[in-house]
């Protein structure tokens, strides 16, 4: 069950914020284990090297490339030297994505445009160069990763990423839609609060600092009592790109510890 055999799979966003297991990384960890041969990508070298590291200390193989996803030139090399060098691709895991606060009056428009080339354009720009080849031989399956902020409302001014990441979401829906008969599966994992080395960045952006703070607060938002962690959704995201979830495109796994069934 679960196993990715033969699978050449790239994961975007493979380093994390600062150590720790953020959700790319344990992605790329976890599809490395199920045997994929994983292609993890950062704009960050030397995070994507990190995640090298870890994996090797694992008993497995990360090959990594520095690309910029919201660059299309660097994205077209990305996919034609993944192909080039492994002849095919299986799996396309869009992870990369991040939240800057602010309403649209707070928010400058340097800033909008940059949420957006980040949490959505980017995932176009790999799917526009992956779903060819995919299409071409026959089938794949690409697993975005959204949030919570793309259907509610969770604590926060965070217009941009929230309407991204609702963009995100139904580009998801219609593009399964358009590739269905040529074998393609488009699915997305929601994740709601989850415990990653990300929160730091959050306590800085939207807490004054407050690490504890941010913390237990998002502790408290959730049914379940609790964040989850980069392995929840990185479980979900295996068992989207994986075989047994050959019938299932165009939908959403929300990971969220029951938030969003809290808050309808
Ligand atoms: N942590 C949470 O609570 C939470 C909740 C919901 C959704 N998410 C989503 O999970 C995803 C990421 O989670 P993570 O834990 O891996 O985050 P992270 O910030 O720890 O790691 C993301 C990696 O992406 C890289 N990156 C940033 N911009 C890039 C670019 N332009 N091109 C290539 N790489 C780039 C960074 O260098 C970093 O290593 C995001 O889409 C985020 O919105 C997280």
Redesign the pocket.
Known sequence: MLRLDGKIAIV???????PG???????AALFARQGATVLG????AG??EETRRIVEQEGNTLHIAA?????SAQVDALVAGCVARFGRLDILV??????EPGTPVSMDAETWRQQLD??LT?AYLTSKAALPVMAGQGGGAVVN?????GMRWVGKDQVA?AAA?AGLIQFNKVTAVAFARQGVRLNCV??????????Q??AERYGAGDYEAMVAM?HAQVPMGR?GD?WD?AHAALFLASDEARYITGTEIVVDGGLTASTG
């Open positions: 975007t966003g493979c380093g994390s914020y600062a297991w953020g959700n790319g990384k344990a992605i990508v950062d704009i960050d995070a994507a690309c910029d996803v919201t660059d869009n992870n990369v994505g991040r939240s980040l949490n980017s990763i959204s949030s919570v902020a990423y990441k929601v994740p709601g609060l989850m415990l990653t080395p990300l929160v960045r959050l998002r964040m980069a959704v």
